[in-house]
């Protein structure tokens, strides 16, 4: 196996393991075999089942420095809103394994948490109330707003949508080719809310 | 020790194992130890591990019933939501480990998801789409709602918002004393969004 290959499927095999069982669920002789590698691979490329988990973890949370580019793309505070909409729905679409890192370190943080999931998470939410702030200041959204629970309102919403799926999809019928329907509903519950015009 | 207590003790030390490894990451040797009782008492009571992880499971899941009652006691549909919001903060409240067997169950089913954890979340959703449909039936909520979709929107708000905590409770410096606060600010959200009145 060239070398560059045996990192990538240790990668591989260690997110798609780690993410059914844990940190602690899962043996370096497990991940080596399952890759197989031997089990020095893992030292050398990782130093440990531990550097392993974190290059994962590292992995799954890289696509959240995106939201800085949604942040400058977007004109006017609604345009970033629905950009994290949209973008939210696609790191869950092209990573199956993100919730699954995602709440299990939030329910049973690892070592890693503090310093690679947290950041992270917090930093998108920071940014997005700033955003809100930014629209609440200017006069477009309600004075009265906290622009933190506002922020974490439209996080949940949108993740939660995917997290539930497995119980919830006989209900929604949802496809793929419906995200955008769902994007244009999400944000015109976030900003207008359901209540009918007087 | 009492058998009653004995059975209690098993089913508490089986909520917080299971909680912090999952089904498949606490031996029957483990559980038995940590509740000072014989394996013996294990079979005596659940039959197996198994069956005192689906105990566990039913118990966390238990209060999803409720749901029912405060459908009923809410005479308007804009109570019956605000009712739903003020009740799972109670839930994650009085119970810590419900958003681990949650979130578990959900990005990584057992084989009692479809029997024991789908059906309370799925009944949950489906009667507040229920009530979502009656406001739009009679002209209270705007007519393109998607019933299902807002549900979901409105128990991801306030979901996320504990499941997040570790990650974000430096941002929103929120405590329990300021529960009612937040029932009214995602009541709001959901009701009137963000945007300023005109």
Redo the contacts between chains.
């Keep these: 196996m060239v070398k560059a290959d045996c990192r990538r499927r240790l990668m591989e095999v260690g997110t798609r393991l780690f993410?059914?069982?844990?940190l602690?669920?899962v043996s370096v002789r497990e991940l080596s075999r399952a890759a197989g590698a031997s089990i020095s691979m893992i030292s050398y490329y990782f130093g440990s089942k531990e550097g392993l988990y974190s290059s994962v973890l590292q992995e799954q949370f890289a696509c959240f420095d995106q939201i800085g580019d949604i942040r400058q793309q977007g004109a006017s505070p609604l345009a970033v809103l629905e950009g994290y909409l949209r973008w939210t729905i696609q790191r869950h679409r092209s990573n199956p394994y993100l919730?699954?890192f995602y709440?299990?370190e939030?329910?049973?943080?690892t070592a890693y948490?503090a310093t690679l999931?947290?950041p992270p998470?917090?930093n998108v939410?920071?940014i997005l109330?700033d955003v809100?702030e930014e629209?609440r200041q200017q006069?477009?959204?309600?004075?009265?707003?906290?622009a933190?629970?506002?922020a974490?309102?439209l996080?949940?919403?949108?993740?939660?949508?995917f997290?539930?799926?497995?119980?919830?999809e006989?209900?929604?019928n949802?496809s793929p080719a419906q995200d955008e329907q769902?994007v244009g509903?999400?944000a015109?519950?976030?900003?207008?809310?359901?209540?009918?015009?007087p």
Tied chains: 1, 2.
């Design positions: 993410a059914e069982r844990g602690h669920g919730l699954r709440t299990s939030l329910t049973n943080p948490f999931v947290a998470i917090g939410i920071k109330a809100i629209g006069g477009q959204f309600r004075p009265g707003i906290n933190v629970n506002a974490l309102a996080a949940g919403m949108i993740n939660y949508f997290l539930s799926t497995l119980a919830t006989s209900l929604t949802h769902l509903q999400y015109a519950i976030f900003t207008q809310g359901i209540i009918a015009a």
